[in-house]
């Protein structure tokens, strides 16, 4: 019977202005629509983006914001690079809902290869597109457009052996 476990953090980043993310490796889970998402028995990892405006008082956010407060419209994308094999599996992380996390982007995954290989994991984040957000002269005064740059994150030298082998019950 497979263990129980809590998410892995495989990293956390900050971005202008002032945006958390905190980057996971949870266990699988069953989630719907089922015919847009890998099935349970069919995943290894289930990939999540916490993006919340920053929460440290020392961090500056913008004016009017909810620290803690969910950041929505953005885009992710995930490649996941076996370490030991040199194949790739990229998916786009999509918003999701969940007691706990409440709300997040991620995605069920099938490592490309067996979880006890060494992985390497770039997120890509990416603004919202033009059509998506509108900003207000008092938020383009102050912080510009877009809302930010596209970024990319790497963490090499990950295990998801023990996550792998967990179940959310």
């Given at each position: 019977?497979?263990?129980?476990?809590?998410?892995?953090i495989?990293?956390?980043?900050?971005?202008?202005?002032?945006?958390?993310?905190?980057?996971?490796g949870?266990?699988?889970?069953?989630?719907?629509?089922?015919?847009?998402?890998l099935?349970?028995?069919?995943?290894?990892?289930?990939l999540?983006?916490?993006?919340?405006?920053?929460?440290?008082e020392?961090?500056d956010?913008?004016?009017?914001?909810?620290?803690?407060?969910?950041?929505?419209?953005?885009?992710?994308?995930?490649?996941?690079?076996?370490?030991?094999?040199g194949?790739?599996?990229?998916?786009s992380?999509?918003?999701?809902?969940?007691?706990?996390?409440?709300?997040?982007?991620?995605?069920?995954?099938?490592?490309?290869?067996?979880?006890t290989?060494?992985?390497?994991?770039?997120?890509?984040?990416?603004?919202?597109?033009?059509?998506?957000?509108?900003?207000h002269?008092?938020?383009?005064?102050?912080?510009?457009?877009?809302?930010?740059?596209?970024?990319?994150?790497?963490?090499?030298?990950?295990?998801f052996?023990?996550?792998?082998?967990?179940?959310?019950?």
């Amino acid at each position: 019977m497979p263990a129980q476990a809590q998410e892995m953090i495989i990293g956390e980043e900050v971005i202008e202005p002032g945006i958390q993310l905190v980057f996971e490796g949870a266990p699988k889970d069953d989630v719907t629509p089922h015919d847009q998402n890998l099935a349970e028995d069919k995943t290894d990892v289930h990939l999540e983006v916490l993006t919340t405006w920053a929460t440290d008082e020392s961090m500056d956010v913008p004016e009017g914001v909810t620290r803690g407060g969910f950041v929505a419209y953005l885009h992710f994308f995930a490649t996941i690079t076996n370490e030991a094999t040199g194949d790739t599996e990229t998916v786009s992380l999509i918003p999701h809902v969940t007691l706990g996390d409440a709300m997040h982007y991620a995605r069920n995954v099938s490592l490309p290869g067996e979880p006890t290989d060494p992985y390497t994991v770039t997120f890509d984040v990416r603004p919202p597109e033009e059509t998506e957000l509108a900003f207000h002269k008092s938020w383009r005064d102050a912080h510009g457009t877009p809302l930010f740059e596209a970024q990319s994150f790497t963490f090499e030298g990950l295990d998801f052996e023990e996550i792998a082998a967990a179940t959310r019950r």
